[in-house]
């Protein structure tokens, strides 16, 4: 595996190193009446675990420098709900690995939205891996954590579903997850308005993982301010 800094955690909108800005303790996320309906959708009766995991990314994932300190008043809206909104795409008792996990966005928030999914959280920076140890353990979530890149598991574990908000462009995204994907798996990728074209941009890496589908989806729900779009790759099922 080549050496090189871990750009999947840096790369993600909203988060940083220990921050040097001064934080407002009383800053609070926004959370109106659309807001409230998106969760209420989302969520359902685990809203309230939700609820306690926002407050750890606006407090301590402040300051341990996991979350940057402006995207407080947006953490419903861009961050979680946008994150939560798209469990609906994943299977039942599925195996789910979110690769570069960072604040646990989007891997946590699913854990915590779908209690029946197996999720694996792969994050190579320890001062991360510990928070999000000590924040799962506090909220009572089930969540395997992993120090580690993505090309460390090549070869040596397989998912259901592997999951990467915010990592990098999707031919190099690819390269790094299709290999973690099982036989008839899916790689599900956060993506933003380049999605179609960084799947065409990606079609000699595609073919080269055997991938059988490739689409980009939408998904809403009431309240939420800007769907999600899912950059949805199905592995093709092995030959018997």
Known sequence: MSERPAPRASARPGTTGPSEEPIDTTARPEFGPDERRAAAEIFGDRLALVERFVDHLCTSGIERGLVGPREVPRMWQRHVLGCGV??????????????????????????????????????????????????????????????????????????????????????????????????SGELLAMKGRSAEAEVDAAAKVLRKFKVSSAEVLTCDANGLEQPTTIVRLVRAAASA
């Open 86 to 183: 798209f469990h609906e795409l994943i299977r039942p008792d599925a195996r789910v690995c979110d690769v570069g996990s960072g604040a646990g966005l989007p891997g946590l928030v699913l854990a915590l939205a779908r209690p029946d999914l197996r999720v694996t959280l792969v994050e190579p920076m320890d001062r991360r891996t510990t928070w999000l140890a000590e924040v799962a353990d506090d909220l009572g979530v089930s969540v395997e954590i992993v120090r580690a890149r993505a090309e460390e598991l090549h070869g040596q574990r397989t998912f259901d579903v592997v999951t990467a908000r915010a990592v990098a462009a999707l031919d190099k995204l690819s390269r790094w997850c299709l290999p973690l994907v099982a036989s």
